[in-house]
Each structure stands twice: as C-alpha cells, then as structure tokens.
C-alpha cells in the first residue's frame, strides 16, 4: 500500500494545550457543579471506552510526580518548604531532579508561612544566581471561597503553559471558619482544588502538617481526617530519622505512580536535599513492539501517516485486525506521544474514520 504522508507536519504544541482543555469560563474552584445533577446515571460500555482516545497525562518529574493534587506532608520545621523550594526550580528549569528527568513548565508557589526576605535569601544559598524565569512566588493569597479562587484562575489565564502550583501550607488558605475537620469538610476541600486542577491539567501540590500521635500506616499520620488523602491523588511524607539530624526519607503513595521510600540527607551548607538512594527501583513497562514499528515508520522523511484501521494494519504488517489494532492504539497513544513523541488522532470523516500518526517534541523534554 503507497504510504499516505504529507510533506508538513501539523504545528502542534506539546504543552497546556494538550492535555485537558483549558476552560477558563468560570472554572473557579467554588463554582465547579457536581459531575452528574441528573436522575439518570452518566454510563459508558467497556467498548466505548477502548473506542475512545483520552489525553495523555506526562509527569511533571518522572516516576515521582503527575498531573493532580497531592498533599505533602511532614512535622514543622522539617524542610518542607525547602524540598518543595527545590522540585519547583527543577521543574521550572526543566533540569532532573536527582536522577529523576523534569519536564519544563511555569510554577507558582504560594510560600504563604514566608515574606520575601527570606525567600530570597533561601533561594541565593540553594542555587546562587541562576534565576528561572518561569518561577512565581506569592506571601500572600485569599482564603478558599474568598479570593484565592479568582486569583489562581486569574494566574492560569496569565501563564498557560503552567504544570505546578504549590500552597504552603493548606490551613493558610482554607476557608474562614473552615476549622471543622470533620471528614465530609476534608474531603470537600480536597474535591474542590482537585477539580480545580484537573480542569486544567496540572499538579497541585499542598503542604500540610502530620499529627504527634504514631500509627501503623504512617500516611495515618496526616493531620485532620482521612478525608484528606482519600479525595486526593497522592501524598508525599517527608520524615527526619532524627530531628535535629539530616538524614530524612520521603515515602510516596500515588494513584498513578509506584510506592517508593527514598532516602535523602539535607546539605547543610546549600540546604539543598540530595538523593541517597532508593529502597526499590521503578518499575518500567516493557517495550511494545506495535510502538516499536510506529517509531521505525515515522520518521523525518515520513512525517505523518494517514488513513483507515485497514490501511494502518496493511502499512504495519500486523496480524491483529483493524478494530483490535485502532483499539490498542487508544489504550496506547500516551506511552507513543510519551516515549516516542509522536501524535496519535482518531477522528471521523464523512468516509469514515481515520487515523492519523505524526511525530512532534515531547513535552519540556
């Protein structure tokens, strides 16, 4: 079959804008309606969900953190602020994180327990005069249902190729007379800036404290209610072996990341925390060779592949059949953008359905 490219890729970022859509028409954190005011369910067959492309999620920082809400937490005056001071910089220079790949992006910490001062003292001593760009500090912001809402969407509008916004911590911006930590509070909480950040497709990162009681599951030791972490998407838990030691492990849960324990040890001179090894190695998906073969086809001098399942199988050599190979490739189209930095699109023409493969830059990589 005579190969179907064109000799001009489509200018496509890869960015904000291809992740979820921004919709920046009153997406403010309070007025997110909920997901389904109808009597009759919302639902969706196993087959339309293999028949069905949804975008792709990069990591902000591979193997480490994704795209959503996670709270971060640890005892006061443990380095917090310090750690989060360095996954912003890294993020916003799009430099790796110890052995950790960062993707590129605007960040804004809201460093609200800080003044500028410091911040700009801190910043000097951890990475001397290398300024980014791309990193926002703030001391101050409204209050959940009372201006902070506006003011991040206000930030979103101004810097739309933001990934990472941290709030330090989140009893700053927590509702006036919001002290009810109750588990229906917490969790309401947590859903709002959750919606807030899915809607546009980045990470929230809130810090947060843990209580002095011990338990068996340390993520137990969050303070207030497990409302908290079961609305969101993750928790990091920062913990000093000794308090007034440098040694400390940060243990990760995630829905879409590995559980991971890393150790680390505090620079006290750069007060940088440097990476001394990790308890288990990631675990890496095997290669895909129906990915494989895209990659070896879609190249400079064939930039872009387009036309039908049938045609796609006949150009690959596959013995999967049309309807299998379009479905898998749904499944897939976030490991080949991912890995391979090439575009896949499904879209229905008036002779059908068709696809289309066209290699872009990965995102900030």
């Known amino acids: 079959m005579a190969n ?42 196993m087959a339309e969900l293999y028949d069905s492309v949804y975008p792709s999620k990069p990591p902000l920082i591979d193997g480490l953190l994704y ?36 993707r590129k992006g605007t960040v804004l910490y809201l460093a609200l327990e800080d003044d500028y001062r410091r911040l700009q003292e801190r910043l000097y001593r951890m990475f001397g005069t290398d300024g980014a760009d791309s990193l926002f500090f703030s001391v101050s912001a409204g209050n959940l249902g009372n201006g902070l809402d506006e003011q991040l969407q206000e930030f979103m509008k101004q810097h739309t190729d933001t990934k990472l916004i941290i709030i330090d911590t989140l009893q700053k911006v927590r509702e006036v007379g919001g002290d009810n930590y ?11 800036l959750k919606q807030f950040a899915d809607s546009y497709g980045i990470c929230l990162l809130l810090v947060h404290h843990t209580r002095k009681q011990g338990s068996d599951d340390k993520f137990d030791m969050i303070s207030g209610t497990t409302g908290l972490l079961g609305a969101a998407d993750g928790a990091f838990l920062l913990q000093k072996e000794k308090r007034i030691g440098n040694a400390a492990t940060l243990e990760v849960s995630g829905r879409d990341q590995q559980e991971q324990k890393l150790y680390l040890l505090r620079n006290p001179e750069t007060l940088l925390w440097d ?10 998906e095997p290669p895909e060779p129906l990915l494989e073969e895209i990659d070896k086809r879609i190249t ?17 050599k596959t013995e999967l059949q049309p309807n299998s190979l379009a479905r898998r490739l749904n499944v897939l189209s976030g490991r080949l953008l991912n890995e391979y930095g090439i575009f896949y699109k499904r879209e229905r023409y008036h002779e059908g359905r068709m696809i289309k493969l066209y290699r872009g830059e990965r995102d900030g990589m």
């Open 4 to 45: 179907k490219k064109e000799t001009a890729v489509p200018n496509v970022s890869v960015g904000a804008d291809t992740g979820q859509p921004l919709n920046v028409n009153n997406n403010s954190i309070t007025n997110y309606p909920p997901k389904n005011n109808s009597k009759v369910l919302e639902i969706v067959s």
């Open 67 to 102: 795209p959503g809400t996670y709270l971060f937490v640890g005892a006061p005056k443990l380095g917090k602020s310090f750690l989060m001071v360095q996954i912003a910089y890294h993020i916003s220079m799009g430099v790796p994180l110890w052995e950790y790949p960062a």
């Open 182 to 192: 109750s588990y229906a509070n917490d969790y309401e909480i947590i859903t709002r």
């Open 275 to 284: 990476f001394q090894k990790a308890e288990t190695e990631l675990w890496k």
């Open 300 to 316: 400079a001098d064939c930039p872009l592949w387009q036309g039908t399942a049938t045609e796609l199988a006949a150009w690959l």
